[in-house]
């Protein structure tokens, strides 16, 4: 109501550079545009009965799903974790240029996983797929069919930077990871924890500062199964 606006007691908290607006009484088209957005907050409040002439509104706006990209060999045998749903969202279907069914992908914990049994079916190369939100959106997935039987990086190699810790996830066979070098890495900037490495986000952080001209930063991991060493490239984008 705004007799509370003109009261002392709430004006008296008001910054002294702070002026009020307000339409005359009884007439709410002097004020059009926050009269409207009044009217939009109340239609949109779940069981909110203004009068009988207020209609309740719901929607759905597009969420943004970045692209996903892994690597999957014939001989692996674990699940591959895809996507983590966030909180009421759901998949209305699948669809790929390979065939896929529901009985080829379970959701455990609200993360999709395309199961084992169905990946290695797949032939050897790029295979894409979609999954479908409804009306919030879609996500673009490209799994890398190979063959080999040594060491390999589960994830995309490129990866962009958001103030987070990275982490790459590797399918070591029993093998294990040797270790990260190039531009100035240490052993004090980087993890390792069974399969994954993670690079700690401070580290990162301040190579960008340190070369504000640049806008990816590389380093060479190094695997090891037995007799046999696997090395590769891991870049990182700076986010714009």
Not at 1 to 15: C, K, P
Not at 166 to 190: K, Q
């Amino acid at each position: 109501q705004g007799a509370i606006y003109t009261s002392r007691a709430f004006n008296a908290h008001l910054d002294s550079t702070i002026k009020r607006s307000m339409s005359r009484i009884a007439t709410p088209t002097d004020n059009p545009v926050m009269e409207s957005i009044n009217g939009w907050i109340k239609a949109q409040a779940e069981g909110y009965i203004d009068s009988p002439y207020t209609d309740e509104l719901k929607f759905s706006l597009p969420m943004n799903f970045l692209p996903v990209r892994y690597n999957y060999s014939i001989h692996s045998s674990f699940n591959l974790p895809i996507y983590t749903l966030p909180s009421g969202v759901s998949i209305a279907n699948i669809t790929s240029t390979s065939s896929i069914t529901t009985q080829d992908y379970e959701i455990i914990d609200n993360q999709l996983q395309f199961k084992s049994v169905y990946l290695t079916t797949l032939s050897k190369g790029q295979h894409e797929f979609t999954v479908s939100f409804g009306d919030l959106g879609f996500l673009d997935i490209t799994i890398s069919i190979t063959q080999t039987e040594l060491p390999y990086l589960i994830s995309y190699n490129t990866v962009t930077y958001t103030s987070s810790d990275i982490t790459f996830i590797y399918e070591l066979f029993g093998g294990s990871i040797v270790g990260l070098t190039g531009n100035t890495i240490s052993l004090n900037d980087y993890e390792i924890s069974e399969n994954t490495l993670t690079i700690h986000s401070s580290f990162i952080e301040q190579y960008f500062i340190d070369h504000p001209d640049e806008t990816t930063v590389g380093f060479k991991y190094d695997l090891k199964l037995q007799d046999a060493y696997v090395f590769g490239y891991v870049f990182i984008n700076h986010e714009e």
